[in-house]
């Protein structure tokens, strides 16, 4: 997982992926590269 999505899964302490993160969806093109999407869920705290 990367350092960003990390960070957004610390600073929300209720969110969780969705996925596991070795089945994100990334973008593997030579101009852009990063998430297609973030899939979440809130969990109860």
Do not use: K, N, S, Y
């Not at 990367?2 to 969806?25: K, N, S």
């Not at 030579?30 to 979440?40: A, K």
């Amino acid at each position: 997982m990367t350092h960003a999505v990390g960070r957004i899964l610390d600073h929300f302490a209720t969110v969780e992926l969705a996925l596991p993160p070795d089945q994100l969806p990334w973008r593997t093109g030579p101009v852009v590269r990063g998430l297609r999407l973030l899939l979440m869920f809130r969990t109860q705290a």
